[in-house]
């Protein structure tokens, strides 16, 4: 494997938890715009990407591949559980 495509294995790896992290992260600015105005996107976006990677490192350990529903469904707790304390818990 060249390095080129070592780096889109890798990219290619780790887009999911970074878009989904994104999209949610774009979903809760835009349903709770009042009460998230002091809550920067790029937070939300950055915690929630950081917990669908561990998540994913996690599947990787844990079942050995990527792709399956177990995985998929861990990706989707890591991504949400940091963004949720983000709104639940902020000062």
Do not use: E
């Given at each position: 494997m060249s390095p080129l495509d070592a780096f889109w294995h890798v990219a290619n790896l780790l887009l999911p938890p970074w878009a989904l992290a994104?999209?949610?992260?774009?979903?809760?600015?835009g349903a709770w715009w009042?009460?998230?105005?002091?809550?920067?996107?790029r937070r939300l976006?950055?915690?929630?990407?950081?917990?669908?990677?561990?998540?994913?490192g996690l599947t990787l350990a844990w079942l050995g591949r990527d792709?399956?529903?177990?995985?998929?469904?861990?990706?989707?707790?890591?991504?949400?559980?940091?963004?949720w304390w983000l709104l639940s818990f902020r000062r």
């Amino acid at each position: 494997m060249s390095p080129l495509d070592a780096f889109w294995h890798v990219a290619n790896l780790l887009l999911p938890p970074w878009a989904l992290a994104a999209l949610l992260a774009g979903a809760i600015k835009g349903a709770w715009w009042r009460s998230t105005r002091t809550l920067a996107w790029r937070r939300l976006w950055l915690w929630g990407g950081l917990g669908g990677s561990v998540a994913l490192g996690l599947t990787l350990a844990w079942l050995g591949r990527d792709g399956r529903m177990a995985g998929y469904a861990l990706l989707l707790l890591g991504v949400a559980l940091p963004q949720w304390w983000l709104l639940s818990f902020r000062r």
